[in-house]
């Protein structure tokens, strides 16, 4: 499972942090840092994550795949 | 939708957000017909922003920035082979393997490349680098992993910045060279840039402004650099950060207004053949594009933002399924953002679209303002430092084309934190050792000057 976070969008309001601090982390006090592939145990929590964001900045969903056809 | 619309074949040239966004948007909006998407590197769209910040932390792996799909796209990807042409009367996209892919309507997203130092003997030394993609990005990780004595950054953009600020943080000596006043200042005009330059110097940065790096030495690997002030830096790696070039060059013969600064296209995504004339079946989105902006002055601009990206590659996928009237402009406000040396710098607007600059909230000393831009008394832009929540505010500001400087009230009712606005220093971009992130592809604002230049 992947993520990504719009950061357009992202103003720091840090709720992911608390909900997955595993995957998101701030740099400073308000740039987020996250690792864009989410280990299977911390899908639920990102996935409250994304829910809780007041900005709704951020996106879960498969890898893309690019099998060649 | 009209079913001549939802069917036939579109063919995607370049498979990195803009392309994946639009190819998502094309399924979304109904689109049933056969869906083909080529990119010139080996790997399923990524994210770039992780690739200078995570990733040269040591935080995540550079193939680990692989983007998610909100669905199934269905689609034929043809990845690890380039567009080497467009045959436009014909309807073909050529491809480096020989091969060509017929079209009913073409979406180009080819967007742009990192600028190579111009010399190949010297570029080809063992640690002379660049960074654009995830291959570039685990390369200088690695090295930077290995524990360099230095590395010299070449330009000091937001690339070469995000470079030296990662540099900082895992405690190696870095030492950027920046051809213009200060670092970003084609980002933010040479105002706001004293402030990047003093963050860097604060940090450790051997930051040398107004020189120009004249040579790459080393005997098979990298040692050091000439710089035209007669000094020589010593270092083990170097980045070339000096912008990016746009991937126009397989269009030359396509009769499209294809070149240097873009592919250029009207509000709606649809590009301009060579005659100015509008093509109803070839789209363009993301860094590649050039489009007209009203909120400036229709100023033909090039962004290479994200969200710039995923907006225009929406818009661009809708109107490739919908009637005339149906259509959709693409209008965002242009946003963009960095982190870097502990800060978080945003922007909305174009800043390099100015005249002058006014402090509104917050200060130098704090690092944490908001600066406010304004071109012939109206506000063109913001640019906030660790202040993101206040960008909306400004945005609207932006968009309803207000006065500046803004008056009392403008921020929240606290008075302007500086009453006199400044010049923002806006420089010619030609003197730019990076390209600025925002091109402002016909003139300056205060100058009406074209800015076209022959060859490379």
Redesign the interface.
Known sequence: MRIVVDLTRCQGYAQCVFLAPQVFELHGEEALLYDPDVPAGLLDRVRQAAAACPVQAILVGEQVRADAP | MPRDLDQGRIVIVG?SLAG?RAAETLREEGFTGSLT?VGDEPH??Y?R??LS??VL?G???AD????????G?D???R?GVAATGLDAAGKRVLLADGESLPYDRLLIATGTRARPWPDPAQAALDGVLTLRTADDAARLAERLAAGPRRVLVIGGGFTGSEIASACRERGIEVTVAERGPAPLVGALGGTLAKLAAGLQRAHGVDLRCGVTVTALRGNGRFTGADLSDGDRVDADVCVVAMGAVRNTEWLADSGLAAGRLGVACDAGCRVFDAYGIVTDDVFVAGDVARFPHPLFEYQMLALE???NA?AQAGVAAHNMVSPGPLRRPHLAVP???S?QF???VKSVGVPSFSDQVVIAQGSLGER?LVAVYGYRGRVTAAVTV?M??W?EHYQGLIETAAPFPPGPGAADGHPLVTEFPVPSNVPDPRGLLHGPTVALTGHLPDRRLTLVRPGG
């Open positions: 498979a994946l998407v399923p769209p994210d922003p992780p910040k995570q932390l935080k995540a792996a680990a920035t692989a983007l998610p799909a909100r669905r796209l689609a034929d990807w990845l933002h994200w969200g995923v946003v963009f953002w982190s502990g800060v978080n944490r660790n993101a929540k960008l």
